[in-house]
C-alpha cells in the first residue's frame, strides 16, 4: 500500500500524505508523491497545489527509527540523505504554481519545514506546530531555522528550537504566518485552489518569485527584479486581458 499520492481535481493538483499509522510521517512514497506533483505542476493546465494528508495530522517528520539506521552510514550518504529533503522542500519554494498546506492535527520536525515552505497554511484550530528535534537530540534540518527566522521574533524561535514547545495554529495565525484557521483545512485549501484557478497563471508565479527573492536581495537589487518583471509583464497576454477586463469593468478570463 502505497504511503502517498498525488489527487488531482480540475486545476488542482493534491499531495495527500497517506500515513497515519506513523501521523504522515515522511516516507520515500511521500518523497516520490511530491517530486511527481512538482513535475506535474509545469503542466499550464495545473493552477495550484495542495499538500494535506490523511488520519488527522499533517507530517510529525522523520521516522526516528530511520534516522537511527543512518548511523551507520558514511558522512557522504548522510548527507545525500539530507539533501534530498531540502531539494523538495527547494521545490516546493520553486514551484510555479501556489501551494497550499492543510494541516491538521499538526506540524512537527521536518514536516513543520514542509508546511512552511508552502506559499499558504490552513489548520485546525487544534493543530500544533513544533519543532521537535532537540528531543530526539538533533538539530533542524530541511530549512526550519530559515523559514521560522524570516516569520517569527528570534526569542519565538530559540523557544521552539531549543525547548520543543508547540506553538498553536491560532497564535500563528495571530502572527501572520497561518493564513486561515478552518474546521475542514482541506475544503477551504481547495476554495483557495479555485481562486488562484481564476486568475493570471503565470503573473502568479512571478509574484511568488519576487516574494521569495525579497528574503534575499538587497531593496535595490529587488527593486531591480520587480522592474524586470514589470517591464516584460505588462506586454504579456495575462497584462491585456486583465488591464481590459479592469478598465471595462468585467471579470478577466485567463487562459
Known amino acids: 500500500m502505497t504511503l502517498a499520492r498525488v489527487d488531482q481535481q480540475g486545476s488542482t493538483l493534491t499531495i495527500m500524505n497517506a500515513n497515519p499509522a506513523r501521523r504522515g510521517a515522511l ?3 511521500l518523497y516520490a508523491a511530491i517530486r511527481e506533483a512538482l513535475e506535474r ?39 545525500a540523505k539530507v539533501q534530498e529533503l531540502h531539494d523538495l522542500v527547494a521545490g516546493l519554494r520553486a514551484a510555479p504554481v501556489p501551494i497550499i498546506a492543510a494541516v491538521e492535527g499538526g506540524a512537527a520536525g521536518a514536516g513543520l519545514s514542509l508546511a512552511l515552505a508552502c ?24 530549512g526550519l531555522t530559515s523559514a521560522l527566522s524570516r516569520m517569527l521574533p528570534r526569542q519565538l524561535v530559540s523557544e521552539m528550537c531549543l525547548l520543543a514547545r508547540s506553538v498553536a495554529a491560532g497564535r500563528l495565525a495571530d502572527l501572520g ?47 531591480v ?27 478577466p478570463e485567463y487562459p
Open 225 to 251: 527584479a520587480e522592474r524586470e518583471a514589470m517591464i516584460r509583464a505588462v506586454v504579456d497576454t495575462e497584462a491585456q486581458i486583465g488591464i481590459t477586463a479592469f478598465l471595462s469593468k468585467q471579470t
Open 27 to 29: 516516507s520515500p512514497d
Open 177 to 223: 504566518v497561518v493564513n486561515l484557521i478552518a474546521e475542514d483545512p482541506l475544503a477551504e485549501a481547495q476554495v483557495l485552489a479555485d481562486t488562484f484557478a481564476k486568475g493570471p497563471r503565470k503573473a502568479q508565479g512571478i509574484i511568488k518569485g519576487l516574494v521569495s527573492s525579497a528574503y534575499e536581495l538587497s531593496e535595490t537589487e529587488q527593486l
Open 119 to 142: 506559499d499558504m497554511i490552513v489548520a485546525t484550530q487544534g493543530a500544533k506546530f513544533t519543532a521537535s528535534y532537540v528531543k530526539a537530540g538533533v538539530v533542524p534540518d530541511a
Open 41 to 79: 505542476a509545469q503542466d499550464p493546465k495545473v493552477r495550484a497545489i495542495i499538500f494535506a494528508s490523511e488520519g488527522g495530522f499533517f507530517c510529525s517528520g522523520g521516522d526516528l527509527n530511520t534516522l537511527k539506521e543512518r548511523a551507520a552510514l558514511s558522512l557522504e550518504q548522510r548527507r
